[in-house]
T-cell receptor, first 110, second 114 residues
């Protein structure tokens, strides 16, 4: 079982602010992922990484950016938050097979 | 192209009833993996099971069982004697053998009423 952490769990922020959602895992997984999900709805892959200094955009276009400087850390940044960014953001990591998910960050942009 | 279809958007049952969640997949790969995840109201996705394409044995874990049939491209999930704590959104997912990304279905919202 993987241990994967996300902070903050909840965030309410005003339009135009810069935010960084943190994601860390302690299992040494090479692969990490960010998903965007409206509550109870489809999961949309927005970014993924197969290792340090490797990042790719996912299936859903996103204005966010990510970095992978350390194996265990995969932060997501929004330079200028907008109400359309209001959603839940789920981070995951994997070895060769199943992905393990963090608790998510529920972001509200007012 | 890969695709996962969960035709049941919502299911509502009364406690102690058995319930089956359907999952149909499409892939051209011969090596692939299938998964089920549970997402309770708290929001976190919890991994439940993985099956690979070469293993069609059904699996049972407590009140949960899974029926994998390659002939019908289905990987159905049955909860026996459902409980209120089973209320959640359940996602079926598919992974190609050579790829690490998952293709998720749209999920089935299961509500178990007392």
């Amino acid at each position: 079982e993987a241990d994967i952490y996300q902070t903050p769990r909840y965030l309410v922020i005003g339009t135009g602010k810069k935010i960084t959602l943190e994601c860390s895992q302690t299992m040494g997984h090479d692969k990490m992922y960010w998903y965007q999900q409206d509550p109870g709805m489809e999961l949309h892959l927005i970014h993924y990484s197969y290792g340090v200094n490797s990042t790719e955009k996912g299936d859903l276009s996103s204005e966010s950016t990510v970095s992978r400087i350390r194996t265990e850390h995969f932060p997501l940044t929004l330079e200028s938050a907008r109400p359309s960014h209001t959603s839940q953001y789920l981070c995951a990591s994997s070895g060769s097979y199943e992905q393990y998910f963090g608790p998510g960050t529920r972001l509200t942009v007012t | 192209a890969q695709k996962v279809t969960q035709a049941q958007t919502e299911i509502s049952v009364v406690e102690k009833e058995d319930v089956t969640l359907d999952c149909v997949y499409e892939t051209r790969d011969t090596t692939y993996y299938l998964f089920w995840y549970k997402q309770p109201p708290s929001g976190e996705l919890v991994f439940l099971i993985r099956r690979n394409s070469f293993d069609e044995q059904n699996e049972i874990s407590g009140r949960y069982s899974w029926n994998f049939q390659k002939s019908t491209s289905s990987f159905n999930f049955t909860i026996t004697a459902s409980q209120v704590v089973d209320s959640a959104v359940y996602f079926c997912a598919l992974k190609r053998g050579s790829n690490y990304k998952l293709t998720f279905g749209k999920g089935t919202l299961l509500t178990v009423n007392p």
